[in-house]
């Protein structure tokens, strides 16, 4: 009896995950129906939809739903999972270990994720302003003479949702689920009752069409593929959200029921254009019985609200991932929900993607126009996932070279075809997304750069310990009781807060220990790895905190925590220094000027350290120094 309740309650955990990841993971890929056959058939599509090029165009969405998310995602790929998570930036991170003996290879793996992670971004500015767009502009289908508040619509709906991410979405995390059910359910309802009038669709499930419709298209098929590729967007989301609903569930949900929904309803799409050519110009909402038109529009805005709450939160997400690695400079980061970890909200990203948003719907001011602009970022991120992935699977997993060269060339064949069909996109929008993928890249190397030269400088300029506490030892100053605590990302030399602190003072503490805050290349790091301290004698201590690039760090209660590690502190009897770094930007060798002002301001605007690590301002005393890059 046991065993059964104990099973009936796994499967209802399932079941409750299941119904979750439906309402956040497939949002994007569960709205590309708005658009994918609409654009495909349109002005900009270049496919004329008659009997050959609609099937042959339906078997090509069903394939690359089955190879690229199914087979490609779902299966492969969310077995690299870095301690449970997901995402570009745990993927790199995987990678990034299986080549840590080579340099060169490891510089070239950053430089992968670091341009996937940025394409992210493009994509977290196009996937809400498409996809709010996509469902306004049902008011054309059921009002022609409503075409004129599409855009003020969609504004208003997307000032809405930037400004509530504030408040977080963990109680309206509860319903996302059911709304997309919900939707899931009408758009393969109606799939189903147009389908009854023209079963032959069901044909193109064959492959045989897609490979007619490329041998008599040529490259009208090929450069289709542009139109294609909008149906799975979002299939990225499987791996990135694995860490908050797991593998069984996320697989359970696309395969038994989100995948048979869409296919549904594209198949009914596909035979609404078998009997009505015509229906070319919205075959989405076309498809709904007049009576149910208005309705449906309402729960498609409540759909792609969802969608684009589902990338926001994503881009929140990699933000935090790439401060914590070093990619990125501090930011605030604000908790919306005491129950769930990944809550979170970046003030700062959230104002810069409304902004965005609001320019690009405002700038293209149609689904269709925006169309154009959509895909390249997300083939980008794919072919860099396929990339990486082939590394883990040679590197960490062990996979012989041959199984791996014939995956890797399988998936990557459907991912280049993928993208050079969009290559003629860059000119009507697709330069968009690129360019703000390169913007952001430029942004995080330039900080990662930084880094390291203001670490050299610093190293340079700097007197080493060990030295320095013999020569205390030998020759030492007055103390002072209490504990002194130095941050420095350099452990091994003479934190200018403490030299300053001597030079001015003449005093020193009783206790002097040299904090330096790691970042691990795994979501979270084990309790055995967290504190690590190393005694050099006379009360001088080096102590070392590691935190998950997944977790925030709190320096003050890891502290408390260092009693079990021999190192004990009193709160009340402890002082923080802290060096504040003013970056002069100069024309010595490391970078061009230009980034070396660019990396100065990012330095100026960071959150403080103290903020980030949550150090108590009555406790911590800051010392300014000048460093020239």
């Not at 008659?50 to 790929?77: C, P, Q, R």
């Not at 969310?78 to 997901?86: I, L, T, V, Y």
């Not at 991912?415 to 390169?438: Q, R, S, T, Y």
Request: aromatic share 10%; charged share 15%; net charge neutral.
């Amino acid at each position: 009896m046991t065993v059964q309740h104990g099973s009936s309650d796994h499967g209802k955990r399932l079941l409750a995950l299941a119904i979750g990841a439906i309402g956040v993971v497939y949002g994007d890929i569960g709205t590309s129906p708005l658009y994918t056959l609409k654009e495909t058939f349109g002005e900009h599509g270049g496919v004329t939809p008659t009997h050959d090029n609609v099937l042959g165009v339906l078997s090509l969405v069903f394939w690359a739903l089955v190879i690229v998310v199914s087979l490609k995602y779902a299966t492969f790929i969310m077995r690299a999972d870095n301690k449970g998570e997901g995402g570009i930036m745990s993927l790199t991170a995987l990678a990034h270990r299986g080549v840590r003996q080579s340099p060169r290879a490891r510089w070239w793996v950053m430089l992968l994720g670091l341009f996937g992670a940025s394409l992210f971004f493009g994509d977290g500015v196009i996937t809400p302003a498409i996809s709010v767009l996509s469902a306004v502009e049902g008011l054309e289908v059921a009002a022609p003479a409503l075409e004129r508040f599409v855009v003020p619509v969609t504004v208003l709906i997307l000032i809405f949702l930037f400004s509530f991410q504030r408040g977080g979405t963990a109680r309206v995390g509860a319903v996302f689920g059911p709304v997309m059910m919900v939707w899931f359910l009408a758009l393969a309802g109606f799939g189903v009752l147009e389908i009854i009038h023209a079963p032959q669709v069901l044909l193109a499930l064959s492959p045989h069409y897609a490979v007619r419709f490329f041998l008599e298209q040529g490259p009208v098929a090929f450069f289709a593929l542009g139109s294609v590729v909008l149906a799975i967007t979002g299939a990225e989301a499987l791996y990135a959200d694995m860490g908050h609903f797991g593998k069984s569930p996320i697989r359970r949900a696309w395969f038994s029921f989100v995948l048979p929904a869409l296919m549904l309803n594209y198949m009914g799409q596909g035979a609404l254009l078998l009997r009505d050519p015509q229906a070319a110009s919205n075959p989405f909402y076309l498809l709904v019985p007049a009576p149910l038109l208005y309705p449906m529009i309402a729960l498609a805005t409540a759909a792609t609200v969802i969608a684009s709450q589902a990338v926001i939160s994503g881009a929140f997400s990699v933000t935090r991932e790439a401060i914590q690695l070093g990619y990125l400079p501090r930011m605030e980061v604000r908790h919306t929900s005491r129950e769930t970890r990944g809550q979170i909200y970046l003030p700062w990203i959230n104002r810069m993607l409304l902004v965005l948003t609001l320019a690009v719907v405002l700038g293209f001011r149609s689904s269709t126009n925006l169309a154009a602009a959509y895909g390249i970022a997300v083939v980008g991120t794919m072919v860099i996932d396929s990339i990486l992935v082939m590394i883990v699977a040679r590197r960490i997993w062990a996979w012989r070279r041959g199984t791996v060269f014939a995956l890797g060339l399988g998936f990557l064949a459907v991912d280049l075809a993928f993208l050079l069909a969009n290559v003629d996109k860059i000119e009507h929008g697709g330069w968009f997304p690129l360019v703000l993928g390169i913007v952001v890249f430029t942004v995080m190397t330039t900080w990662r750069r930084g880094r390291e030269l203001v670490l050299r400088e610093i190293k340079q300029s700097g007197l080493a310990l060990k030295p320095f506490v013999t020569t205390i030892a030998e020759h030492p100053p007055l103390r002072v009781p209490g504990t002194a605590v130095f941050l420095t990302a350099q452990v091994e030399a003479v934190p200018h807060a403490l030299l300053h602190n001597l030079k001015h003072n003449k005093v020193l503490h009783e206790r002097n220990v040299m904090l330096k805050v790691e970042w691990l290349e795994t979501p979270t790091a084990e309790p055995d790895e967290r504190i690590e301290v190393k005694p050099l004698g006379d009360e001088f201590y080096i102590l070392t905190l590691r935190y998950g690039f997944a977790e925030d760090p709190n320096v003050p209660d890891m502290l408390v925590r260092c009693e079990k590690a021999g190192l004990t502190f009193d709160m009340m009897d402890t002082t923080f220094f802290l060096s504040r770094e003013s970056i002069i930007a100069t024309d010595r060798p490391g970078m061009p000027l230009w980034r070396d002002k660019l990396f100065a301001f990012m330095a100026r605007n960071a959150m403080s350290a103290t903020a980030f690590f949550r150090i108590p301002g009555n406790r911590l005393i800051e010392l300014g120094t000048q460093v020239e890059i």
